[in-house]
């Protein structure tokens, strides 16, 4: 019943919040940049008119005046966020109308897809005054057949986008970052044929090291239509045909050589079509789980993790270019890490990309963090739309190995229910990786910690989001403490750590003075704690950088920042980056 409840509700929802189909791998083709200068109008009390404003509405005569202009209005940067473009945008929450021209040249037997590859939080998208559909949801993509609504030369496009925190939003009302507002990553404009590649899914069979599977989608329903799959490299030349709903299965033995932090080996794949073809980067490996170990390749591995925002230190903003990624991972890289949990959100396409080409594993989660209303059909119904959205864009990212479904979501029948079903619908989207949720609630008994959430039964692997030494105090020293578990599965500690101002020295023994010593004395005895236990196959600092969240209330310390970073502010290492460097380097050489 409550499968059904939550597919009604997306089934109507659907045409509401997107028009069109999200298909990341249309980036595959050459396409028109939209970024650059847009010019805005902040709708400060949220009253713009959306006939007008969309129309970019001019006086028809002298006795007409409009009561908005976007004739010498101020601009921002496409992709960015507005919170850190303007002082006086800081901490606005509100409405901003987003405009710009662009000139288009229709092809014959061509078809024309706007490509939105994040815009934060809601936001309503109009071509030529006419609205082309919605979209709620800052981090996954979105796309628009704009082909019968395009014209030759001159075209007006206008994003009404709003960034309103809500009880009703994902996340809610309550989130413990910053709440970026604005296009915050890259709009695109691609010419495809009319009948064209729509989508593809190309990873190993689960289980198998010499099995390629997945399937080629065409956008005509139709069936004997031919597909030619090719892997140059590994001399793979394949013929495909078309089911009657325009699908082909790819099932065939493959010898390649195989993904790893090591060696992340990538394959160029190209795919053809009578009038189309579409070329990617891939990647083949395994990932599974063993009882309570983790296997990459059949092998046992013990994720080396970082966790990070998608906001940049030094400008206390939005990552957003390709150089900001390489920084954030670069610093990964040199902390010893072969993993990286994306939180609390899917970051940009560009990220997850260099990240696998640098050979990091990644966990990639949607914002269903802390308070969530698991009873309100609409909020699952936008879960299980970002969900499916983040799964379809990444599915051939093989340096992906973990989904995540929620964070710190306190049980309750219904969400465990609710997470349950969404590990399946997960599953059936893509069966390739594992599915984990990070938790916050356990039984105690005296310095033993037991992990008994049942939503555990539907996962692979367990997370636990613990502060021992910061929010909960040793039971019996510090490092004295014995994990347990109900489920013979495998143990990530996905989030850890303390706060420390960079630069502010002291006692390692009081927590109130946020020095940088109590910082790396709680690393060292959070370290003494994963030495005994034995199903730990990961652990996952919080977080890399220190990052802005207006929540952070502590004027001496914090000043609206969370400073749990292992670096600062400004990109300075930690006395507690060395421990887990050490750290790191000692469970590689195991």
Not at 309 to 332: C, F, K, N, V
Not at 484 to 494: E, M, Q, Y
Not at 564 to 573: A, E, Q, T, V
Request: hydrophobic letters at 35%.
């Amino acid at each position: 019943m409550l499968k059904k409840l939550i597919y009604r509700t997306v089934g109507v929802l659907s045409a509401i919040i997107v028009t069109g189909h999200t298909n990341a791998q249309t980036a595959a083709r050459s396409s028109q940049s939209l970024d650059g200068k847009w010019q805005i109008l902040v709708d400060w009390y949220g009253n713009g008119n959306a006939d007008d404003i969309a129309r970019n509405k001019q006086p028809a005569d002298k006795n007409e005046f409009v009561e908005f202009s976007f004739d010498n209005s101020q601009t921002l940067d496409v992709p960015g966020d507005w919170n850190s473009q303007r002082i006086d945008l800081k901490y606005y929450e509100g409405t901003i109308w987003y405009k710009r021209n662009f000139d288009h040249q229709p092809e014959p037997g061509k078809r024309s897809y706007l490509q939105f590859a994040g815009v934060s939080y809601r936001c309503e998208v109009y071509l030529n005054g006419s609205k082309l559909g919605e979209h709620e949801g800052s981090f996954t993509p979105f796309t628009f057949d704009i082909t019968k609504s395009i014209k030759p030369g001159k075209n007006i496009l206008v994003l009404k986008v709003n960034n309103e925190r809500r009880e009703d939003a994902i996340p809610a009302r309550k989130f413990d970052w910053w709440n970026y507002g604005g296009i915050t990553r890259s709009i695109t404009l691609s010419k495809v044929p009319d009948q064209h590649i729509l989508d593809y899914f190309i990873q190993l069979k689960k289980g198998s090291l010499y099995e390629l599977c997945g399937w080629v989608q065409l956008n005509a329903k139709q069936q004997q239509q031919t597909t030619t799959l090719e892997i140059p490299e590994a001399h793979i030349k394949k013929i495909l045909t078309t089911d009657s709903n325009g699908r082909a299965q790819i099932n065939f033995p493959a010898k390649l050589k195989l993904w790893s932090p090591g060696q992340p080996k990538l394959y160029t794949v190209n795919i053809h079509t009578a009038n189309d073809t579409v070329t990617d980067q891939i990647g083949f490996r395994s990932i599974e789980v063993k009882g309570t170990q983790i296997l990459l390749n059949k092998k046992p591995v013990f994720l080396r993790g970082i966790s990070f925002h998608e906001e940049i230190p030094q400008r206390a903003g939005r990552a957003y270019s390709e150089a900001d990624s390489h920084m954030m991972l670069t610093w990964a890289k040199e902390l010893g890490c072969n993993f990286i949990r994306l939180a609390h959100y899917p970051q940009s396409e560009q990220t997850v990309k260099l990240a696998e080409q640098m050979g990091l594993m990644m966990w990639e989660e949607i914002p269903v963090w802390q308070g969530i209303q698991f009873t309100n059909p609409q909020i699952l119904s936008k879960a299980s739309n970002m969900l499916e959205e983040m799964i379809k864009r990444d599915k051939n990212r093989c340096g992906i190995v973990i989904w995540s479904l929620s964070n710190e979501t306190a049980p309750s029948p219904q969400r465990n229910k609710v997470l349950a079903q969404m590990a399946n619908d997960a599953r059936l989207l893509d069966p390739s990786r594992l599915i984990s949720s990070a938790f916050d609630h356990f039984k105690y008994d005296g310095n033993q910690i037991l992990i008994d959430d049942p939503l555990s039964e539907s996962l692979d692997v367990l997370a636990a989001n613990k502060y021992m030494g910061w929010y909960a105090k040793w039971p019996a020293g510090p490092g004295n403490v014995i994990w347990k578990s109900n489920f013979n599965k495998p143990l990530i500690i996905s989030e850890f750590g303390a706060e420390a101002l960079y630069g502010n020295h002291g006692p390692a023994d009081t927590a109130s003075l946020w020095t940088e010593e109590y910082q790396e004395q709680l690393y060292k005895d959070n370290i003494n704690m994963f030495n005994k236990t034995p199903f730990l196959a990961g652990v996952c600092p919080w977080i890399l950088a220190d990052f802005r969240s207006p929540s952070r209330m502590q004027a001496q310390f914090q000043q609206g920042w969370n400073r749990k970073g292992l670096l600062s502010d400004k990109g300075f290492k930690k006395k507690a980056w060395y421990v887990m460097h050490k750290y790191y380097l000692q469970k590689q050489k195991q």
